[in-house]
């Protein structure tokens, strides 16, 4: 029983120490096969922004990117980490061709049976961003919910330029990305709790919470050490927080110019400071 202790406490002293940036954390996440029911759970609770937005949000969002015409009737759109198809509907409902791409099975299997229920002609697939192998065949790519944000600068450069090539001449992208204003007003975490049954885990199991920052490049890392009987697993969360300045570069570098500005997609005008910036970008 000792030696168990120790050999955990030996695993905590390991990872108290703040990591280099975007060391990767456990490397099976998003398609937990318990972890992946909690966020599916979340994505699906329409009352909080746990995973996804409010479910009253995305429907102002769509709502304005149709009205705006940003996106139209018989565009071919690519929702980037579509998750179990919330926007993907909503926007197909509108007359988008939509595909969608997520990789967790569970999430996509709910999206695809949601599809076949309301009778929509979405098309999901199960793949890594990166694993992407479209050319010229979309009049627009959407990612929502900041999930640009967690990429280091060189996985995000590389991103781009798959999307890049995955539009149609003067094709765009939008997306949203959260600032530094909004991760200082949420702090760090740092803390702990015992479960029996969670999120994390189904059984007994202690939760570890460690918050750092990395001023000088704008990156935050939420850290959780999970111990259950089954040992030590440590998750990361990376987030690069942008300011208007620094994204209009990173876009600008990666082939897009920006065209169109707010402080979230339902067309909120800019200003700065905001928590949020949200994107339009023309493919050059």
Not at 23 to 49: C, K, Q
Not at 120 to 134: A, P, Q, S, V
Not at 161 to 178: E, Y
């Amino acid at each position: 029983m000792i030696q168990d202790y120790n050999r955990i406490l030996a695993a905590i002293a390991q990872y108290s120490v703040k990591p280099p940036l975007f060391e990767p954390g456990e490397p099976l996440f998003w398609d937990d096969p318990h972890i992946s029911r909690g966020m599916l759970e979340a994505h699906l609770n329409p009352d909080n922004d746990l995973a996804s937005r409010k479910h009253k949000t995305i429907d102002k969002e769509v709502e304005y990117l149709i009205s705006s015409g940003v996106l139209k009737q018989g565009d071919r759109l690519l929702d980037l980490g579509c998750g179990p198809g919330l926007y993907a509907g909503r926007l197909a409902v509108k007359g988008v061709k939509v595909t969608g791409i997520d990789i967790s099975e569970r999430s996509l299997n709910y999206a695809i049976a949601q599809a076949r229920k309301d009778k929509l002609d979405i098309e999901y697939r199960l793949l890594n961003f990166f694993d992407i192998d479209y050319s010229a065949e979309f009049n627009a790519v959407i990612q929502t919910n900041g999930e640009l944000n967690t990429f280091s600068d060189d996985r995000l450069n590389k991103l781009l330029g798959i999307l890049h090539r995955a539009l149609l001449p003067n094709g765009l992208l939008i997306f949203d990305v959260t600032t530094r204003p909004l991760r200082l007003k949420e702090g760090l975490k740092n803390g702990w709790y015992f479960g029996d049954g969670g999120f994390w885990r189904s059984g007994r199991h202690l939760v570890l919470e460690q918050g750092y920052d990395y001023p000088e490049k704008n990156t935050w890392l939420d850290r959780y050490i999970v111990i259950d009987n089954g040992g030590v697993k440590v998750y990361h969360n990376w987030f690069h927080d942008y300011d208007l300045k620094t994204i209009r570069r990173v876009l600008e570098n990666a082939g897009f110019e920006l065209i169109h500005t707010w402080n979230d997609l339902t067309g909120t005008p800019y200003r700065e400071g905001g928590d949020w910036i949200a994107i339009v970008a023309r493919k050059r």
